[in-house]
Every structure is written in structure tokens, then in C-alpha cells.
């Protein structure tokens, strides 16, 4: 049975630090890529950040890049948002997913849970 467990989020203020951590298994992901998402109250999931199954590709949002960081563990399905400078705008649920190297939620088949990410101005 395939797992995705999110962990690590919680309330800061603004200009904090903070890093989610992602954990899948249950199957061999070692072609997928991993990606991040989050969705505000009222508003849709937006992309985050993505990075490729071989760690070669990453891609960002222009909202995040430059403050929030994604890596992945080459030994294990396992991934990492390191935000810093946070922004109240960064105030969502956080969501891992894991398929398609892509931008569009449609492109991810498997999905955590949601965490939440709190950031006072």
C-alpha cells in the first residue's frame, strides 16, 4: 500500500525558517519526480517547487524562488522544502506528490496529506 506522509509544518513569523519533509513507500518510486504544492482557503493548489527522480531537474514558482528549496534523498523516496524568509502569502496547506516531472497537479498520481504552513506577518 502506497504511503505519502508529510511532516513538519506549524506557525512562524515572518522572515522564519522552516522545512518540510515528505516520506513515500510502499512501492519503488526511483522514476518519479517529487513535487510540492499548496493551497490557500478559497483559492486553488498551486505549484510549488518540483525536482526530477534523478535529482538533475529542479523547477520553482516565481512566488517561492530564491526563498524555498527543494531536495530529495538519492537513497530513499524522501524530500525536503527548506523555506526561508517566510511571507504571510506562504499561509497554506503544503501537499507532497510524487509522478510526472511536471507543473500540473494531473501530472502527479500518488498525494500526502496536507500540512499546515502559518506565517504572522
Known amino acids: 500500500q502506497v504511503q505519502v506522509v508529510v511532516s513538519g509544518g506549524g506557525s512562524v513569523q515572518a522572515g522564519d525558517s522552516l522545512t518540510l519533509s515528505c516520506a513515500a513507500s510502499?512501492?519503488?518510486?526511483?522514476?518519479?519526480?517529487m513535487a510540492w504544492f499548496r493551497q490557500a482557503p478559497g483559492k486553488d493548489r498551486d505549484f510549488v517547487a518540483t525536482?526530477?527522480?534523478?535529482?538533475?531537474?529542479?523547477d520553482y514558482s516565481e512566488t517561492v524562488k530564491g526563498r524555498l528549496t527543494i531536495s530529495r534523498d538519492g537513497a530513499k523516496d524522501v524530500s525536503y522544502l527548506h523555506m526561508n524568509n517566510l511571507k504571510p502569502e506562504d499561509t497554506a496547506q503544503y501537499y507532497c506528490?510524487?509522478?510526472?516531472?511536471?507543473?500540473?497537479?494531473?501530472?502527479?498520481?500518488?498525494w500526502s496529506q496536507g500540512t499546515q504552513v502559518t506565517v504572522s506577518a
Open positions: 510502499g512501492r519503488t518510486f526511483s522514476n518519479y519526480a
Open positions: 525536482i526530477s527522480w534523478n535529482r538533475n531537474d529542479t
Open positions: 506528490a510524487l509522478g510526472q516531472y511536471s507543473r500540473r497537479t494531473d501530472g502527479y498520481k500518488y
